[in-house]
């Protein structure tokens, strides 16, 4: 991944923590890796854990962010979920996979945030 993807990655997390954090999510954890991949966030809201994927996109020449989470990608999450309950021995909990999507002006000013609840079906 170029080092550009890489600065966009992190500041669409970084405007997602705040924004999450602003409507009652806590934030456990960020950049959880597993064997099955990477979960950006892990939060706690309204007694369930959530799961969440951040996709940031300056423009939609290349499509929206939600359109960026294809059949395959949808797997990933919910194994890397699967993998930190296990982990944390939290099979027992209410969890949700979210995802947060972010489009950025040129300028990387916020364009657009969207927070998607149960984006992926278990």
């Known amino acids: 991944m170029s080092n550009d993807r890489q600065r966009l990655g992190r500041r669409g997390e970084e405007v997602a923590r705040r924004h999450l ?25 309204e007694g369930a854990l959530v799961f969440v994927e951040v996709r940031t996109r ?12 294809t059949a395959v990608k949808r797997g990933h999450p919910v194994a890397a979920a699967q993998e930190y309950l296990q982990e944390h021995r939290a ?17 990387r000013g916020l364009e657009r945030i969207d927070v998607i609840p149960n984006a992926v079906e278990l």
Request: proline share 4%; net charge negative; hydrophobic share 35%.
């Open 91 to 107: 099979e027992d909990r209410d969890w949700r996979i979210d995802l947060v999507a972010i489009e950025l002006a040129p300028g």
């Open 58 to 69: 300056t423009g939609n020449a290349i499509g929206s962010p939600e359109e960026s989470v």
């Open 21 to 45: 954090q602003a409507r009652g999510y806590r934030i456990l954890e960020a950049n959880y890796r597993t064997r099955e991949g990477e979960i950006d966030l892990v939060a706690e809201h």
